[in-house]
């Protein structure tokens, strides 16, 4: 799909029809070693790790604000260059904070105390605020998402998380109100007619996409989407050429896929020996899960648009790096699990 998707476009901007398929097909192989060899690591040793990883994280967080170091595209600062590769400090950062909540979560046993709250709620507001400098609204959610289902499932006080997700709301709605840009995509989510041409023509196109594809597809390679229509189709509307080339049926399918790895995820969870290796499974299955709603969600016209790819298999080699290093700590997990 990355190379039915991309096709056009790198045959127009480099001259082979092949280059993101080259590049996809060697963050493939290059994941699947990580994967590997994450699940080789006993997660208990992921634990010694959970503030080195984090401050790692909150450390390239700031490398990437600084004018020389951090890559700018489309008016986002958001990548590291190394020569010819780049690197998103956000994606690593997903990866570090579960790993750093489920440490410090598990090591809690009386969530009565407000103060327990208050390093987690500390570090994810500085976190978010991080991301959004850069600014990447669709991942600072991700990761607020992520946290407050660990807290839920680590046993937090329910009013607690309450009173945490109204400030997270309105740090959200500030934020979302902040910039034009994001303004206008809230006020065209609720009328996608409002702009066609200007900041709904990706929406509307997303969904003329998913109209064309019926119940089986126009078939593999023939979307007309892709043709300068669609902006970023291999990546965060990659979704919308699935349903475009592979139909209804097609998309369901993706669907189905991506709650089986949810379903099978929390079952490793909840099988986990101990309360660790249960957040840390918990935490992981729900970014990707989170991520893959969030992102179908926007294709769909089902929430405003904001850019996050989707897992697995949308173009671009840090996020597969990140989920594949995810799953591998899920199966080492799940060679420890203790069914009932």
Request: charged letters at 15%; zero cysteines.
């Amino acid at each position: 799909m990355v190379f039915s998707a991309s096709m056009a476009r790198a045959e127009d901007q480099l001259g082979d029809p092949f280059s993101y398929l080259k590049r996809q097909a060697l963050f493939v192989a290059l994941g699947l070693g990580v994967m590997w060899l994450t699940s080789r690591v006993p997660y208990s040793q992921w634990r010694r790790l959970a503030r080195p990883l984090l401050l790692a994280g909150l450390a390239l967080l700031v490398l990437v604000l600084i004018p020389g170091i951090g890559q700018v595209r489309n008016e986002a600062r958001r990548w590291i260059g190394f020569g010819p590769a780049s690197f998103q400090p956000s994606e690593f950062m997903k990866f570090a904070i579960v790993v750093f909540m489920a440490d410090y979560l598990a090591g809690v046993r009386d969530f009565r105390r407000l103060r327990t709250l208050f390093l987690p709620g500390a570090v994810l507001g500085l976190v978010f605020v991080l991301i959004m400098l850069e600014p990447d609204m669709g991942t600072a959610l991700a990761i607020a998402g992520t946290v407050f289902v660990l807290l839920f499932a680590a046993g937090a006080e329910l009013w607690h998380l309450g009173g945490l997700s109204l400030a997270g709301a309105a740090a959200a709605t500030y934020y979302a109100f902040s910039a034009e840009y994001r303004r206008d995509r809230i006020l065209n989510f609720l009328n996608p007619e409002r702009d066609p041409l200007g900041s709904s023509y990706q929406v509307l196109q997303g969904l003329y996409a998913l109209a064309s594809g019926h119940l089986f597809g126009v078939g593999v390679g023939r979307s007309r989407q892709k043709f300068w229509y669609l902006p970023e189709p291999h990546t965060d509307y990659i979704f919308a050429i699935i349903g475009e080339e592979l139909g209804f049926l097609g998309a369901l399918v993706t669907l189905l896929l991506f709650l089986l790895f949810t379903w099978r995820g929390y079952r490793t969870a909840a099988a986990a020996p101990d309360r660790f290796a249960s957040l840390l499974a918990t935490g992981i299955t729900t970014m990707i899960a989170l991520q893959a709603v969030m992102n179908i969600a926007v294709v769909t016209a089902s929430m405003p648009a904001t850019g996050i790819p989707l897992p697995f298999i949308s173009y671009g080699g840090s996020s597969l790096l990140v989920t594949l290093a995810g799953v591998g700590i899920l199966l080492g997990v799940s060679r420890y699990r203790t069914y009932g």
